[in-house]
């Protein structure tokens, strides 16, 4: 992804942020960019989440109802409700690294709201969001998202037990001092985009029915299963034995759609059907890089380096779910 070719300085070090890394939340371990949010939670911008739990399909709050959970049942599309109060999840421990934030925690919060808003609107339960960690200039050819999670229409209870509509995002999220290591985490659009580089956010709303079919794999144990917590910054999407939140992403899906939990037939499948994305670096800095930087591997790249992004899952979720809606947003 660094090749000079290119114009572009992303060695193999830099590869290690630029796929992936993660920016907030909640877990016993902490994780690369806990210290932006921790900057804008000092802020008092935002309010703190305890918790959050998925509407069930079908039973959410419209926008012409109450702010009360469980009000209505609307139909697939129906304008939801989300609240005006921004929400983080408080990375464990007060002595964590410092953060900084390229912007001001006013803007994050407007842009995070904003996301919410046009999610809401859409009536997506289930949507993917996925964010800019690195400048457009420091990013490969073909890659302009560093992060992909799913957004999941939820209610959250707020750390003083208040209870509100909005969205919870499910992530895998590298760990900050075991860096080839994940974990499944849940945080929330406020403390996801805290880190950004560049405020600008690739949406993809599936169709209702296949909403509703990634929601039941989100809520079973399948979600937990389908992780590996052996990470590579560029994981091959066709092979076990690494995985990154993209891969993640794509394994979600790809089990929703063939309605099954069996990984081996998951990988069938998308190595039938998925286009991945070649990985455009030196070969050389990446092999030297894969020595000794824990979150670069080869070791499941059995050929040419590809990896899974966030433009491939868009084209390919835009091709395979007829209807489905992508989008880039950013700020007013």
Not at 218 to 229: E, F, K, Q, T
Not at 239 to 245: A, I, S, V, Y
Not at 320 to 325: I, R, S, Y
Request: charged share 20%; proline share 8%.
């Amino acid at each position: 992804m660094a090749a000079r070719r290119l114009g572009l300085r992303l060695s193999a070090w830099a590869l290690s942020a630029a796929l992936c890394g993660p920016v907030s939340v909640v877990l016993a371990a902490s994780y690369v960019g806990d210290g932006a949010v921790r900057v804008l939670a000092a802020s008092g911008r935002v309010s703190s989440a305890a918790s959050s739990v998925p509407f069930p399909y079908g039973s959410a709050v419209p926008a012409s109802a109450e702010a009360v959970p469980g009000a209505g049942s609307p139909p697939p599309g129906t304008p939801l409700t989300v609240v005006d109060e921004p929400m983080i999840a408080l990375p464990p421990g007060q002595n964590g690294p410092e953060g900084t934030m390229r912007f001001s925690p006013g803007q994050v919060v407007d842009f995070a709201k904003k996301i919410e808003k046009i999610l809401a609107d859409k009536g997506a339960r289930v949507a993917l969001l996925a964010r800019k960690g690195r400048p457009q200039s420091e990013m490969p050819e073909g890659m302009a998202f560093t992060h992909t999670a799913f957004a999941v229409y939820s209610e959250i209870t707020t750390a003083d037990g208040r209870k509100v509509p909005g969205y919870a995002l499910y992530n895998l999220y590298q760990r900050e001092k075991q860096l080839d290591t994940s974990d499944l985490v849940v945080d929330y659009p406020a403390g996801f985009f805290a880190g950004a580089a560049e405020l600008e956010a690739g949406i993809v709303i599936p169709t209702p029915a296949l909403q509703q079919r990634l929601l039941a794999v989100i809520i079973s144990p399948a979600y937990v299963s389908l992780h590996d917590p052996r990470y590579s910054v560029i994981a091959n999407p066709f092979t076990l034995g690494r995985q990154n939140c993209t891969e993640f992403v794509l394994d979600v899906i790809q089990a929703a759609i063939s309605r099954t939990d069996d990984i081996k037939k998951i990988k069938a499948q998308e190595k039938a059907s998925f286009e991945a994305q070649k990985v455009r670096v030196n070969l050389f800095k990446l092999l030297f890089g894969s020595l000794f930087r824990a979150e670069v591997s080869m070791s499941d790249q059995p050929g040419e380096p590809v990896t899974a992004t966030f433009e491939k899952i868009g084209q390919y979720l835009v091709r395979h779910d007829k209807g489905a809606e992508a989008l880039i947003v950013r700020p007013d």
